[in-house]
């Protein structure tokens, strides 16, 4: 993976939106240096309105964003799903998801899973298994990040850092 970095310090956050789980990476670039400041998903309860549950990926996202001050965001776009009433509630929680950075002064950086997949492991076929190893490899964690939505905003954080 060939990551462009600059003498500037930054930090970069990688969004993966869902309306169960929205999954966020935060990677601090200084110089030459990566190191993942904090990764998790916001889960919201499947049985809560639609609308409140909307509310509560505002609010978490919200806190994120004004705990680390992101100066430059990514977020994965939505790819075709069979399951028509679930690609709808997906799409909402990535409008709630770009509505709250828009708030925030931030425009997130789109990506496709294929693009992600290319970034990180330089194949836009690769597997779940070898996005979530390189992310480890990268940014030198342990541990694959958990759950995989976390995993999934740290490749997209890291696709964010060349666009």
Do not use: W
Request: hydrophobic share 45%; glycine share 6%.
């Amino acid at each position: 993976m060939t990551i462009i970095l600059t003498s500037m310090t930054k930090i970069v956050l990688g969004i993966d939106p869902g309306l169960a789980d929205t999954g966020y990476g935060i990677i601090k670039v200084d110089g030459s240096r990566l190191n993942c400041l904090a990764y998790g998903s916001i889960k919201t309860p499947a049985k809560m309105e639609l609308s409140a549950r909307l509310q509560i990926l505002h609010f978490e996202l919200d806190k994120i964003i004004k705990k680390y001050r992101p100066q430059t965001v990514g977020i994965e776009q939505l790819f075709f799903n069979k399951n028509v009433t679930s690609a709808l509630a997906v799409g909402q929680a990535r409008g709630v998801a770009l509505l709250t950075l828009y708030q925030n002064g931030l425009v997130a950086h789109d990506f496709t899973p294929a693009q992600v997949k290319r970034a990180v492991c330089a194949y836009g076929q690769a597997t779940k298994q070898q996005v979530q190893k390189m992310v480890r490899l990268t940014l030198n964690l342990q541990e694959i990040p958990k759950p995989d939505d976390a995993a999934d905003a740290l490749a997209v954080a890291l696709a964010t850092l060349n666009k």
